[in-house]
């Protein structure tokens, strides 16, 4: 069975998807993982000095990992990007981003220079909330079992939703089970028209080019397959 990332396999992996063209604004990232229990495993930043990417994402990262654990399964895989449309107001889960309050003990204790190390202090805590826009995945090895979630954050949402994309590619951790995008996986929607979503899972475009980068991943960077 695959083993979870290490912090430096998680690290490297970060660092070299961060480097590549993502359309966003160009930013440095944080990433977690958390496993099916809801626990924090590892958390990363992809530059030397901590201060260089937003704080704020710390959080957020392990938050988008806690989501996209939370609401996938076997057979079902939701990424966090999947879920903007759905939990607008008067739609079918409106509301699910205000449940699984997030544990702030968790988020904002312990030691500053811990944090994005090896013993950064979330890890072994649960984080909990909900976060419903881009950079959520659900990371499945090759015998389509889940094991973890993973989230990146600290750029636009969608080009958060590319980095997490390439960086799960990169891990081997993308045997993923068909779901609600119609490429038969947990990408990213885009089909909105006249502010109408034919599928119900559509995602805000940032750029064209993220959109374009997205939409094109079932050529260059498509789900694994036994």
Same mark, same amino acid.
């Given at each position: 069975?695959?083993? +979870? ?22 930013? /440095? ?5 958390? !496993?099916?229990?809801?626990?924090? #495993? ?6 030397? !000095?901590?201060?260089? #990417? ?30 903007? &449309?759905? &939990? ?26 811990? =944090? ?10 649960? =984080? ?8 959520? +995945?659900? +990371? ?20 958060? /939703?590319? =980095? ?27 089909? =909105? ?9 559509? /995602?805000?475009? &940032? &750029? ?19």
């Amino acid at each position: 069975m695959k083993k +979870l990332p290490t912090y430096a396999e998680l690290k490297s992996a970060l660092i070299e998807v961060v480097w590549e063209k993502n359309w966003g604004f160009w930013l /440095h990232m944080w990433a977690s993982i958390v !496993d099916r229990d809801w626990v924090v #495993q590892n958390v990363v930043f992809s530059w030397d !000095d901590r201060g260089a #990417q937003w704080p704020g994402s710390r959080v957020i990262s392990a938050q988008k990992a806690n989501t996209a654990n939370a609401f996938s399964l076997p057979g079902l895989a939701l990424s966090t990007a999947n879920l903007f &449309t759905a &939990t607008q107001a008067w739609q079918s889960l409106f509301g699910l981003q205000h449940s699984n309050p997030v544990n702030i003990h968790v988020a904002y204790s312990g030691d500053n220079e811990k =944090i994005g190390t090896e013993e950064d202090p979330m890890i072994g805590g649960k =984080i909990g909330w909900v976060n419903v826009f881009g950079g959520g +995945l659900a +990371l499945y090895n090759d015998e389509w079992t889940l094991l973890w979630a993973l989230w990146v954050s600290g750029d636009s949402s969608t080009a958060d /939703h590319n =980095i997490a994309w390439k960086l799960r590619h990169k891990l081997g951790l993308d045997f993923v089970p068909a779901w609600v995008n119609s490429d038969g996986t947990d990408n990213i929607v885009y089909d =909105i028209v006249n502010w109408v979503s034919a599928s119900g899972w559509w /995602h805000p475009e &940032t &750029t064209s080019e993220a959109k374009e980068i997205a939409t094109n991943f079932p050529k260059t960077h498509p789900v694994s397959k036994k």
